[in-house]
């Protein structure tokens, strides 16, 4: 089993910046992607930021909603990653969630996707 704790959710005014830390614990595990989800109120969740390990370095995709603001950051050796978000608008308002795609030993024979417990993200106009 491999749990996410994420934390870092504030209410702030508009135009402030916010960085929000998730950290995998476990054991016997590798992560193939590390990411952030978001949840407004009344819509679906839908994906904020990744990093796909396909290569050492990583591959990484924005939304386009928070392209140049928000910038997502991974140090692999300690299973964490962050969101440094920055210029925060009110449409930013949601629940944000990190994931995570883990991979096991193949004497384990199984993957997974993992979700941490949510933090809340305010932007007040």
């Known amino acids: 089993q491999v749990r996410l704790v994420e934390s870092g959710g504030e209410s702030v005014q508009a135009g402030g910046s916010l960085k929000l830390s998730c950290t995998a614990s476990?054991?016997?595990?590798?992560?193939?992607?590390m990411a952030w989800y978001r949840e407004a109120p009344a819509s679906h969740r839908e994906l904020v930021a990744t990093i796909i390990y396909d290569t050492t370095e990583g591959t990484f995709y924005y939304t386009d909603s928070v392209k140049g603001r928000f910038t997502i950051s991974a140090d692999a050796t300690k299973n964490a990653w962050s969101l440094q978000m920055n210029n925060l608008q009110p449409e930013d308002t949601a629940v944000y969630y990190c994931?995570?795609?883990?991979?096991?030993?193949?004497?384990?024979?199984?993957?997974?996707?993992?979700w941490g417990q949510g933090t809340q993200v305010t932007v007040s106009s």
């Open positions: 994931n995570a795609a883990v991979r096991f030993p193949p004497a384990y024979g199984m993957s997974g996707t993992y």
């Open positions: 476990g054991s016997d595990f590798s992560l193939d992607t």
